[in-house]
Every structure is written in structure tokens, then in C-alpha cells.
């Protein structure tokens, strides 16, 4: 690890302030992913300023029935918030399928969404890496794929975001405010991180000195009747083979509205816009789901180690959302 | 104080008080206070270095030069080491050891460098800082279906190559039902909780090096030689180590490397703590392998003729043949048999002994056939196993030495309630997961080491001090041998001092071959017995007798195993395909277990791995780069907690003084043999799939396709 000087933030506006003024510097929050990059060499920055003391610890009820979520609310503290549990059941269950109870107690909602992919050669440094290395090559393209994306991957980048508060919180239509050099603005979380296109060293819209501060959650009958349902190997601290969050409003049993987000799919949370399209106004059978579902996963582009994607996110979704109709999901 | 010369000493029967009885783990106390000093914390004394590996980046080359301009500016290196600069060895036979001493690369992941520093954090930058300039070449490191392979002389601990009894291929030919398949397993990684790791100290006369490994002497043996060293210049230590799992079975290039270091800066300590990363490439591994089974039966189930055509890999620069089909040679009687093993040459990391090589994959394909073999029949799985009983081990015309397989399959059965499970597949579903139940046998060789010394010394107040250089890798060990000791000289264990894991106490054995406890077991007995020969019952404090064991075990006139039954039943997901192993059991047959608890962690460990075998272990190896790509525990998967369910562990009574004087066999690797398969065959039972490449994955069970109205057999 190479010498780097740290600050410890007094506010947050200080904080971007410091960061803005020194290409070399980031922010530091709870470290589960950062501190891992510094000792893998995947960063090196020189500066790095502490957010994670800074006031912004606190579940905040809107009088709309809205939360704010300051940045620094802990994994574990969100999951156990009564607010999130009962308003946002998905995000709830999305927080606690991460991880393990370690790491959660120690990890931040802002830098969960930022945390970077665990793509195996973004974080081996011998290896050829557009992401980490612009320009170097895509070693994942024919390399070990059965983690990478079969929604919106391209020559550049295959890899997949590993949050799964992030898809949780794509389907509960979550906005993140951002203070940046020139003040405070919103993003649609759907907004906030990209596909990879040319520039997969780009994660997010975010540009160098902008901080997270809080994450906004609406309320809304989708919300309420929501879910997350993570497939995975192993029993627990995994990463997503696939994930669904899924929200249901019905009237008889006809969808009202609903929200549909995949994790493990591509390189951000996928919000299966086609798909809520497909079944808005329909009777909701599982059926149904799974043609909507099949409408999204249209344009997937697969390999042999990734095909089982397709056929797991639809059935994974279809299991979601017909037990939210049942009433058993969440 | 006198002492007697080492003489080799067949111990008599010990009669048990203490063996077969709880005794508290002797240094868990230590362990969990943080008190146990591991390789790298041991208190020195001097001005510490610490050394940080540098590897080679190309699978297969030549170093051209190693630049160490920038990391030798690093505030804090003082060295770098290459392979023009580090101390000579006095012999490079051994290229796995034969660390920094040309240009050549073998493989990915090889010591070219080595950045010697003032603190831990300024050895790895300087390491990152070093440019190593290489000269790649073409290299081969796809261990695929069709690679070319070899005939190795023998295989791993000694075994014949290939074996053949009777016309195997006629008689396979004219069975009546066959099975015939390829079963495959991955590449597996040991990955001990503690990462390989020792300080070094060479005071311009000896070496003293605190290891991390699974034998002090074995280490002082094969190290000595290479430094041109005589085995009294080296002293090796290990009194705590962070598991092995084989992996620190054989000494690997980390401690030739931290070796050369600290004869490079003599009187200074150096530290050396490897990466998990690196210990991907540097400390071993179970090769992949690739087994075609097949058996041929008469319609009840009977075999006729049996196959096993066992590949594996190694690397070029050393060779590690796994020995996958032994255990087929003595598993079940067939009059027509046959087994081969070949091996395939890459350029890549050696491979070396991980928790029971050979038997492990080796059962996983034989006791995968032996399941398709009961559907293709149609006869219960454990009934099949019991009508191919061999009455004398089949290998070698033998009588076993007490074989109670059918009775673990049979206790087993009762335990896990087997009478209840119905006969086809996909037959129960609990919620949304299909519910299935599998068993399979384990078997492994009861092992004995010679050559094994020990000390008992009494000590002034009615005590004794028991000394032999065993280490413990976290086994209990420690706990065992005393209660060995205890019975032996027929004192309580309060009364003894157990001195252990320094290569200055008698020679002991490694560590490994579930053979410690029984090679380590006899010296004691055979020590503590010659000592009341020649010292009586109430001795004169000071006295003392040193013996080196004779063979006890009767391992020309019987055949010496253990065997067991492992019971697993999955649930497998219908909408995702995951696979959950809600319960597992195994009964076996080890003899007398000397001490209940460690002993039933020892199983319990074995079957947590077996399951971590079956469904989430999987070194992918990138052939474009010829190394691991899997390469940290974050995404090589060993089972977690949740993982692990209902697991029980269970023994048959007895005593086996064929094998030992304390009755007892080994018991470290057992519970891995058999249980992937275990698992693999009740994910086909819960949903008619058969998987036959470890790990069982989630994939292979989306939209499971129709079944067929009746079971098939295959031909």
C-alpha cells in the first residue's frame, strides 16, 4: 500500500470541497470495498477524505410517508429500520441477502452503491481490464463468465454490478441526492449507474468530487407489496447468480402497477421497463410473468456460461410476483 | 540423567482409561484468547525483516532481468532478492523448491523476486514496485478432454499405475448391464484458515524457522539438503498451526524463499506471510480430475467387471499423480477389474496432496457409477453396495482387517430413516423444493509411518515429560497424544508435560495420510513402555528413554482401512435450481476414537468439505493466462454456515489392535471420502438429473425435462 494523506470531513460541503480540488483524492465511507482495492493495487489514490463520521446517520420519516436515507445509515441499521421494514419490505430483504453480518455492519447505503464489480480480473492487476486499466482489453469477454451481464454488456465490459440494495432500490423508484462542487442535485437511482458502452471505467453519471449524501425513497402501494429474491450457490454471502426485486400493486386480479429490477444481469441494477410495461393492466399469472419477462430478456446476449441467466431471472421473477399476488411474498 | 540409545521398540496393547474419553482441548484456551503464537508472530528478538513474494506474470518463460530500481527507492526496502542475487542452493533438482535460482518460469504465479523490508506494508509496495521483465513462450495449461498425457511411473503414495485382474473388457462386453461415464472434478484449493507463513532467523551457523506446517521434521529433512546445510543446522518449529488440509504437508517455495532471505541477512529475523492469492499458485492444490468408471452387472446388481481410467494434470517443472482409482482396486468385489491412471503435463502451478488425494475424487466417480449402476437395476442403493462385499480385499487377496462397511451402511440407514424413501426420482416436494436422498461409502487406509521416535522423562514430583516433534495443525493432536501418554505409562494426564512440534524432539512423521495419531501413537507407546521397562513404576526424577517405534500395524498380513456410509438429502430449488444439503450423515468404522470430541470434529470437518466439494468448490483456472482466476475465498466458494445444516458424524465401536497398540485408526480425511457424491446422487434423486462434473450448480436444474416412465437402463 503506498502512503496517502487522510482527512477526516467536518461537513459534507468541506468534503467535496477537497475531494473537487484534488483529482487524487476520494472519498473513504465504510471501506469494505476501497480498503480491499488499495491492497489489491486496483487504486492508489493519494488523498483520501473520511465521510464516514459525517452527521448524515440518520432514517428520516417525510411527511409524504417517504424516507430519506442519510449516507451513512449502516446496511444492518437500514434493514432493521421499522419504517423500512414495513413500507419497504424489499429493500429490507435486498440489504440482508448482502454480504455478510459483518460487513453490513460496517458498510454504508452510499457506498454500497458504489461499491465496484468483483469481476475476477477487474481485481487481478495481471490481468488485461478495461474497466480498471482503459484500453487494456476485456479479459471476462472468454474468460470465466458465470457472473457476467446478459443485458446491456458491451465489447468493452461484461461484467455485472454486485449491489443488491441497488436493485432494490431501482424498484422502489429511489431518487439519490448529491452534493457536488456546484451543489446539491437529484438522480433517479435508475439514472445513476451506466452500461458500460466504451468507457466501463465509468461505474455511474458521477463526476469526481460528487457525494452521495442521502438516498429518497417514495412511498407507494408497490412498495409496500415488495420483495427481493436472490439465487445463488451458496446459502449466504454470495453475490447474485440472479436477483429480482419485485413490487405489486393489484386491483382484483389485474395489475395496478408493478416494479421489476434484476440484479446479477447487467452492468447496473435492470430495471425490466418492457416487462412492467407488458404486465400493467393484465391479469397476473405467472404465465403472463414469464411472457414479460421474455419480452425483456429479448435483447439478452448469452455465452455457455451464462445462459442459465435467462431461464433463472425469468423463473425467479415469475416465483416473485406470483407470491406477491398471493399474498405470501413478501 | 541417564538416557538410553533409540532402539526400535514394538509397543505392546495400552489399555484405555483415558483413550475413548472427553479430554478438553489441550491448547483450546490458547487459541481462542488469542495467546497461540502462528508462524508470523512469534516474538523475535533483532532487527525484522519482512519478505514479500514477487511472482511471474507469464505461464511459461524467462525472466530477462528484474529492475528494483524504483522499489529499492521505497522508503523501507532494503533488498530485493532475484534469481541472479539470492544464495545459491546446494541442489536445484526439485523445481518446485529450486526457488530464485535461474531464469526459467514454469508456471504463472512463480517466485521471481523476493523484497525484503522494514515493515510488513513496505515489503508488498516495494513488490509491486519491482518490474520484472519476462520473455513469455507458448504455453499449455488447458487440462481438457483429449489432452495429451502420460503413463507416470507410480502415483501418489507409492501405488501401482495400473492394475488389470481377469479380461475386464470381455467380460464388460458381455455384462448384462452396464454403466459407463466420465465423472470430473475441479481444480480444488486446500485454503487453510492461516496462509503458509514463517519467520527465518540464520545466525551465520543455524537456521531456526517458525512454520506453518503439518511436519517439523519433514521440512528440516527436505530443506537442509537444499541449503547444504546438515539436518542439526536447521531447526523448524510449529507449535500452532491454522490447518492444512495437505497443503503444508510438503514444504513449497515460500519456505525455500523466506530460507534464502534470511541466509541473505544474517542475524536478522525475517517474516514471510503469503498471500491468499498467491497461495493459489505457490502451496498445492487438488488436481482436476477425469475418471471414466464403468461397471458391468448381472441384472440383480451383482459386478461383474469394473473400470477406472483415471487423468489428472501436473506441472511440467514437477510431477503429482493423483492416485484417483485406487480405492476401486479394493472397494467391492468384481472378478474382472481394471484401472489406469494417466496424466497430462501443462504449464502450470504444482499440484500436490489436498484431504484425502486419490480417494476423494476417486469415490466421488466410483460412488456417482455405483448409483447410476442401482437405477440401471433397479436395486436399493445400499442393497447394491452390500451384494458386491468382497470377502477379502480384492487387491490383494488379503483379509481386511475388521471391514464393517455394511454394518455403517445399515446404521446409517436407520438413523437417517432410508427405509422411508421412495424408490424413483423427483418422488417428494416440500414448498418449492424438490426433496431427494443419496448415500454413498467411504473407505480409507488405515496409514503408518516409520521411523517415529519419541521421550518420556520423569520429572521431579511424580511427573513426566513426553516429548516428540508431532505438530498440530489444529486436529488435537495435542490432546489425543497425551491421552495416549496418559494410558501408556498408566498416569493421569494432569501428570504430564506433552512437548510437541520442535524439530530438537524426537523424529516424528508428517502430520498427513490420516496416519499422525497412529504413527505418533505407537512412538509414545512403544517410548512410555520401554521406559517403565527400564525405569520401573516409581523412577528417579531425571531418567529417561528414547525409543523409535517398530511396526506394529500388520499391514503385510491384513488389510488395513476404515470405512463409513455418508447420507445426504437435498433439496433442490424448482424455480432457481439451487441445491441445499439439509441434512448430511456419516457412520464410520476408525477403530477406537481416542477422544470423542476432537474426533468428531475431525468427521464433521471432512463432511462440511465433501459438501463444500459437491456444491460450491471450483478453481477456474484461464488457459489464455494458465493460472486461477478464482483465486480468493471471495470467489472461490467454500461452504458458509448457512450451508451447513443438520450434520451429524457417528462411529461403530471397536477396537482395532491389528493396526495400532491404542486400537485406533486414522480419522482426518475419511469424512471428505464419498460425501460429494452422497450429495450428488440425492440431488439426482430429488430431481432426475444426473450431474456428473463437481461442483452441483444451480444451472443444472432449471426446468428440469420430462422424466421417462421407467428407469433406463444404460448401455
Redesign the interface.
Known sequence: MRDFAYHRADDAAGAVALVAADPDARFLGGGTNLVDHLKLGITSPGTLVDVSRLPLDQVEELPDGGLRVGTNVRNSDLAAHPAVRRDFPGVARALLAGASGQIRHQATTGGNLLQRTRCVYFQDVTTPCNKRDPGSGCSALEGYGRYNAVLGLSEACVTTHPSDLAVALAAADATVVVLGPEGERRIPLVDLHRLPGHHPERDTVLEHGDLITAVQLPASAVARNATYRKARDRASYAFALVSVAAGLELDGEVVRDVRIAWGGVAHKPWRALLAEEALRGAVLTEDAVREAASAELAAATVTAQTAYKVDMVRNLTALALTRLAEGTGR | MSEQSPDEVVPEVVAPQVMGRHLDRQDGVEKVTGEATYAVEHPVEGDLLHAWLVTS?VARGRVVRVDASAALEHPGVEAVLDHESAPRLADTEDRELAVLQDDRIGFRGQVVALVLATSS?AA??GA?LVAVHQDAEAHEAAFAPGSATYAPEEVNAGAETDTVDGDPTAALAAAPVVVDAVYETPHEYNSPMEPHAATALWDGERLTLHDSTQGVHPVRATLAPLLGLEPEQVRVLAPYVGGGFGSKGLPHAPEVAVALAALSVPGRPVRLAVTR?QMFALTGYRTATRSRVRLGAEPDGRLVALRHDAESQTSRIKEFAEQTATAARMMYAAPHRATTHRVAELDVAVPSWMRAPGEMPGMYAHEVAMDELAVATGVDPIDLRVRNEPEVDPETGNPFNDRRLVECLHRGAELFGWAERPEGVRARAEG?WWVGTGVASATYPMLWMPGNGARVRSVEGGRYEVAIGAVDIGTGARTVLLQVASDALGCPPEAIDLLVADSELPFATVAGGSSGTSSWGTAIAAAAQQFRADHGEHPDPGVATTATSGQYADMSGHSLHSFGAVFAETHV?R??????VERLLGVYSVGRVINPTTARSQLLGGLVMGLSAA??EEG?R?P??GHT????L??Y?V?????VRDLRAEWLEEEDHLSTPMGSRGIGEIGIVGTAAAIANATHHATGVRVRSL?V???HF??LPALAPEPAGKA
Open positions: 506474470t506494508e508488498r509496495e509491486a492469492q418449492d430449488h424455480w432457481t435450481g439451487e441445491v441445499r456444491l460450491h477456474w484461464d489464455r493466462f482466476v478464482t483465486q480468493d471471495a470467489t466458494h461452504a458458509a454456515h448457512a450451508d461442483p450448480t444451480a444451472d432449471l426446468d
